[in-house]
């Protein structure tokens, strides 16, 4: 009667090891499983189902941004660098990004689009906080005089002017709210 029992512990353990290290391929062949829809991809001898999109892209509808401006001598002492710290007024899921596009052409014409906010569908952060970017422009030294500034947040576009000067840099910026400039004189 042992030995009895023994064989068929053992004929189970050995079933269900087998029955569990057999391949499946129903999951795989199985047209309301194997789906686009459900992104399930054939990996190797697994199946990995895809997982859906985590991030969101949050309009700036209603939204208001600061641009802090900030500046960068040359060595020569005769021409500078501007850059901008983009902060908005609303708030967004900490791990969140500000989208934007920044050029500066040819003339030294400035233009920065604001986009967005890419944040997750399920935010892990510390909380809603305004959002931060740094606003850098390659190949932006400047030299004495007026240099356009344009700026567009939700279609509307704000424009100005850089005017650089031997002793100061000041924007000239007539709007109070939608894109504001703050600081508008920065002393060299």
């Not at 190797?44 to 401006?69: F, H, K, R």
Request: aromatic share 10%; with cysteine; glycine share 6%.
């Amino acid at each position: 009667m042992k030995k009895l029992t023994y064989s068929i512990v053992t004929f189970l353990l050995a079933f269900f090891i087998v029955t569990g290290c057999t391949k499946k391929n129903d999951a795989i062949n199985s047209k309301e499983i194997a789906t686009s829809k459900n992104a399930l991809k054939n990996s190797g001898d697994t199946v990995v189902q895809t997982p859906p999109d985590t991030t969101q892209l949050v309009a700036l509808t209603g939204d208001q941004i600061t641009l802090a401006p900030g500046y960068y001598q040359n060595a020569a002492g005769d021409s500078v660098s501007i850059s901008f710290n983009a902060v908005t007024t609303n708030r967004y899921c900490s791990n969140g990004l500000l989208k934007f596009h920044n050029t500066l052409d040819a003339n030294n014409n400035f233009f920065i689009d604001f986009l967005n906010v890419q944040e997750p569908l399920v935010c892990h952060g510390t909380g809603d906080i305004p959002m931060t970017a740094a606003v850098r422009f390659q190949r932006s030294y400047l030299t004495n005089g007026s240099h356009p500034l344009k700026v567009t947040l939700n279609g509307t576009t704000y424009t100005g002017n850089i005017v650089v000067s031997v002793r100061n840099i000041v924007f000239d910026w007539n709007y109070s709210s939608g894109v504001l400039i703050s600081p508008k004189t920065l002393s060299r």
